[in-house]
RNA sequence: GGAGGGGUGCCGGAGUGGUUAAUCGGAGCAGUCUGUAAAAUUGCCGCCCGGAAGGGCUACGUAGGUUCGAAUCCUACCCCCUCCA
């Protein structure tokens, strides 16, 4: 090895374990291990019936990102079994069962935006339903008997609920029990996940010392705030930023984050160096710059990610035209509605069935709200009737964020 | 097998015969302010008709019943929780 690889991992190493991590089980021997040389077993479990990945996720999977490129090799494990039970940690219990067409749909979207972070190259695929299909009986009970239920319910969440009266099913129990099984099958060295997913991977890492297996590793990642700024970011609370999304709405998403989020935006979704983020505390703190200015930065940096610079850019463009000096934007949806010619190409139209229908607002009564609450505008200004006058290729303003450019059809 | 408690709107949680589309809190939406931040403040928050006043429909686990009238009473069923065995 050269002395500038050295250099490298050093670097690499360093940026590895001091930032976005939230616990490390065990520091020392995850150390020794990436220093033995050996290509490392990577696990990393997902659930194909959420296949959506957002900023949260993201967090973990570019750690994945800087342990390959220390040449490991990440396992994704497609939890098509795991999936029927639904992770516990949710509050509903029981979710429909995914038909195997479903799973399969999911899992390729979920790839799809995995590889966006992931090196595809270092990763091989495994599916739970290799080794669970054929389990029986027989090695469900071997299973089993190997935990206690004071071991199961010494998970938070188990215990809460038990503690409130609140439902588990035993199945649910069984969820930790799977996971942690499929350590054991492809010997995992190292299992990242957030710090929720805990004691999950304790247990398969208490499971493979039983099966005579060296413990894996826990590598655990914060959980990223999301952009309500209180719950940690998840799809159903809908307060996420997806990989997937436009790059306006990323850019939008990322510029409603409170201000007490940005440096931790930085250091947990961005590749903006330590020295920097230290710069932009600072400016923060002493109030030298407006933390608008730095969210921008910090928008650009997420949406040039997932996107490109050209798209961070326009994003920017869009949302300064767009939002903060309340102009219209470049590309408007444009929409056919009934119109009656009163003259002078001017027609009369009462917007409320295609915006209905659209979806664009959810109901006539919605609709009324919104006008009584001086909410939609047309060229600029307010209107109080879903009856209004306006020319081919006039725009409406329906709250804060939907435009629409009237087409006249004249029936 | 026995005893008791409970199922209400997106979530939590009141409500025990009419004044209840259902107190309150959270979430959400919108207005003012503004940096799509925070804080503040106002309003909305089942669907349909109506400019409004108002009216209609659907809704309190499911299905029936009593009643002029039921989330509230009765019957059966389904589900959940706790304790005893």
């Known amino acids: 090895m050269t002395n500038c690889n050295r250099k490298t991992d050093i670097y690499q190493l360093t940026a590895i374990f001091e930032r976005g991590v939230a616990e490390i089980i065990n ?3 995850l150390k020794e291990l990436m220093n033995s040389g050996r290509t490392l077993n990577l696990k990393q479990g997902f659930d194909p019936s959420a296949p959506d990945i957002h900023l ?18 990440v396992i994704l494990i497609v939890g098509d079994w795991t999936a029927r039970i639904g992770d516990p940690s949710g509050q509903s219990a029981t979710r429909p069962m995914l038909s195997r067409d479903e799973i399969q749909v999911n899992a390729q979207t979920y790839l799809e935006q995995f590889f966006k972070v992931v090196d595809k190259d270092k990763t091989e695929i495994r599916w739970q339903s290799e080794w669970f299909d054929k389990f ?3 090695r469900i009970i071997g299973l089993t008997n190997k935990f206690t239920i004071a071991q199961l319910l010494a998970r938070e969440d188990f215990h809460k609920r038990y503690a409130s009266g609140n439902p588990i099913s035993l199945t649910e129990m069984l969820y930790p029990l799977l996971q942690a099984y499929d350590s054991v099958v492809i010997q995992a060295d190292v299992e990242f996940g957030g710090v929720d997913q805990k004691f999950n991977c ?7 010392k039983i099966m005579g297996q060296p413990p894996q590793q826990l590598f655990l990642v914060p959980l990223l705030v999301g952009t ?3 719950q940690k970011m998840s799809k159903s609370l809908s307060n996420y930023i997806g990989i997937e999304e436009s790059p306006q709405e990323m850019y939008g998403k990322t510029m409603s984050i409170p201000d007490t989020l940005i440096i931790n935006y930085f250091e947990l979704a961005t590749n903006v160096p330590n020295e920097e983020i230290f710069q932009t505390k600072e400016q923060l703190n002493n109030s030298s710059v407006n933390p608008m200015e730095i969210k921008k930065r910090l928008a650009r940096e997420i949406v040039t990610q997932f996107h490109s610079k050209e798209s961070a850019n ?11 000096k309340r102009e219209s934007p470049q590309e408007i949806p444009k929409y056919f509605f009934s119109s009656r010619h009163i003259g002078d190409e001017v027609y009369q139209i009462d917007i409320a069935p295609v915006l209905v229908k659209e ?8 609709l009324k709200r919104l006008l009584a609450h001086n909410a939609i505008e047309l060229n600029g200004s307010k209107i109080s009737s ?3 006058n306006a020319r081919h290729g006039s725009v409406l303003r329906i709250g804060k964020r939907n435009f629409v450019r009237i087409a006249t059809k004249v029936d």
């Not at 973990?60 to 220390?70: D, M, V, W, Y």
């Not at 304790?202 to 493979?208: A, F, P, S, V």
């Not at 979806?359 to 919605?366: D, H, K, L, T």
């Open 228 to 230: 309500d700024g209180s």
């Open 386 to 388: 879903t009856i209004i």
């Open 314 to 324: 326009e994003a920017e463009e869009h949302f300064i035209k767009v939002f903060q």
């Open 27 to 29: 520091e020392t021997e």
């Open 202 to 208: 304790l247990l398969g890492r208490e499971l493979q």
């Open 136 to 138: 029986n009986l027989d």
């Open 56 to 73: 949260g996720h993201v967090v973990g999977l570019r750690k994945l990102r800087q342990f390959q490129e220390l040449g490991h090799k």
């Open 359 to 366: 979806g664009i607002v959810r109901s006539n009564g919605e």
